[in-house]
């Protein structure tokens, strides 16, 4: 092979890494089914999970909404709480306040992640 072809070749190569990367850091959503089957295994990760708010409040920046997916409900911790009844994706770290340590609570905090429509 000449040295144009092999070139050629070579970036073709680095284009399409650079392709398969920039996949890889598109955040896709979880289901809420998935990290109430194992919470355990998400606490702490980065994942956006997309829904209908059910509710919500906040009081002095402090709040948190009902998120519903097709697959269940949990809770998102967030300072600006969205209208009820449209479809958002938020996007934070997975918790477990105390309660959930008996299966009753999953808690999606946005706080210093985001959370948009």
């Known amino acids: ?8 070749v070579l ?4 284009l399409l890494a650079a392709v ?3 996949y890889e850091l598109v955040p ?4 809420v089914a998935d990290i109430k089957a194992d919470p355990k295994a ?4 980065l994942v956006t999970v997309r829904g209908k708010v059910l509710g919500g409040a906040s009081i002095a920046g402090f709040g948190g ?3 519903e997916d097709e697959t269940g409900t949990l809770v998102v911790r967030a300072s600006i709480i969205p209208a009820q009844g449209v479809t ?9 306040p105390l309660q ?9 905090d946005t706080v210093n992640d985001e959370s948009y429509q």
């Not at 970036?11 to 680095?14: P, T």
């Not at 896709?28 to 289901?31: A, E, F, G, I, L």
């Open 100 to 108: 959930a340590t008996f299966g009753k609570l999953v808690l999606i």
């Open 88 to 96: 958002v994706s938020a996007r934070g770290r997975v918790r477990l």
């Open 1 to 8: 092979m000449n040295r144009p072809g092999l070139v050629a």
């Open 28 to 31: 896709r959503d979880t289901k």
């Open 42 to 45: 998400y606490v702490g990760r």
């Open 11 to 14: 970036a073709s190569i680095a």
């Open 65 to 67: 909404y009902l998120l």
């Open 20 to 22: 398969v990367a920039a």
